[in-house]
């Protein structure tokens, strides 16, 4: 495969998506499909960050350096 295959496999992923996406017909149908797509954009957002800094541990906001 070359560099482009990353970026070609999310085009078709998207085309899939929106295509499914636009065969609902029930408004209450499509906004389910678009918050579960946000919470796991965020969720594994989230996932990413901590799997970048394993072992960063946050201090509380109230403890002045």
Known sequence: MSDDSPSLL???QGLRL???FLRIRDQA???KV???AERL???T???ARNASAPNRRELPSDISS
């Open 10 to 12: 999310r085009n078709a």
């Open 18 to 20: 929106i295509r499914a």
């Open 29 to 31: 149908g499509r906004n």
């Open 34 to 36: 678009i918050e579960m």
């Open 41 to 43: 954009a965020e969720e």
């Open 45 to 47: 957002a989230a996932l």
